[in-house]
């Protein structure tokens, strides 16, 4: 059984880092706020101007985009948004294996190219999956330190730019959509080719276009495109803040059982020692008087 000294470090250990977790807890919390707030002022936006895209793409007629060109998987990119930072639980980990499991399963007969957007995802992969990247920018894990439209339209520019060449046939999308601070849910997502919509769903809706339809694809397409990959990463920011806050509220919590039951027994033992003590001292007394 530990002594009293030994005892005395973990409890002063343990309220230390149960300080830090608190603390870690309250800045991610703060964080959250303001990523929440961004992601569901994007997400109306994005869905509408998504549904949009797919029902003017639909309605082309004999003007199709490049982005909506249907062919065979051979070239597959996909895109794994993490985060920079560790200590949210499962939500690194949860993106790794479902990158794994879409090389696994999905495009196991693809030539695959993985692009990692986060250092945890990129210390994951570790250098594997890497063909043809060289062609997109380096270090994008960047973003996330000022994530704004126009920080995170290059990388979506890049990736439509290797698409339209030929680079790849399709592009994923695998991140963590935020639902709320104690939930995100895990989405691989094709960017590209654009998912079209049914021809009796597009068929519904009559559009005007102005000044001309080729115009409209050229200029809408990509516009909504890069709205949706700049949603994607507001999604997963404001899932990682939910994530770091629901771990270290968890870690929090442990730590305070911890430190009671601790705190318990080093109590009981120092109660016993005192006793012994006072034993010891009786006995004598008492060896002397004898």
């Known amino acids: 059984m530990a002594n009293l000294k030994e005892i005395r470090v973990r409890i002063t250990s343990v309220n230390s880092t149960m300080q830090i977790t608190s603390a ?24 509408k101007l998504s549904k949009v895209m797919q029902n003017v793409s639909a309605n082309a007629g004999e003007t199709e985009s490049v982005y909506a060109q249907e062919s065979e998987k051979k070239k597959v990119l996909i895109v794994a948004i993490s985060s920079n930072r560790g200590l949210c639980g499962a939500f690194n980990a949860n993106v790794l294996k479902r990158v794994n ?63 339209s060449k030929g680079v790849f046939d399709s592009v994923t999308l695998v991140y963590n959509s935020f639902k709320n ?49 700049y949603k994607s990463l507001l999604d997963s920011f404001a899932s990682e803040h939910g994530a770091r806050m629901t771990a270290m509220h968890k870690a929090t919590d442990n730590a305070e059982e911890l430190l009671k039951d601790l705190k318990l027994t080093y109590n009981k033992l120092r109660q016993a020692s005192i006793t012994n003590e006072i034993l010891e001292i009786v006995g004598g007394a008492e060896a002397l008087a004898g």
């Open 24 to 47: 870690m807890k309250m800045v991610s919390a703060s964080k959250l706020k303001r990523a929440q707030n961004a992601v569901e002022q994007m997400r109306p936006f994005s869905e």
């Open 101 to 163: 499991a879409l090389l696994t399963n999905e495009h196991r007969n693809a030539d695959v190219s993985v692009y990692a957007i986060g250092k945890k995802i990129t210390d994951g992969i570790k250098g594997r999956f890497q063909e043809n990247i060289d062609v997109l920018p380096e270090e994008p894990f960047h973003v996330f330190d000022d994530l704004k439209f126009d920080n995170a339209a290059k990388f979506a520019d890049a990736i439509l730019e290797a698409y």
């Open 181 to 229: 601070a104690g939930v995100q849910i895990l989405k691989a997502e094709q960017f590209l080719p654009i998912e079209q919509n049914t021809e009796e769903e597009a068929s519904s809706i009559d559009y005007i276009f102005e000044p001309n339809e080729d115009e409209i694809l050229e200029d809408l397409i990509p516009k909504s495109l890069k709205i949706q990959f």
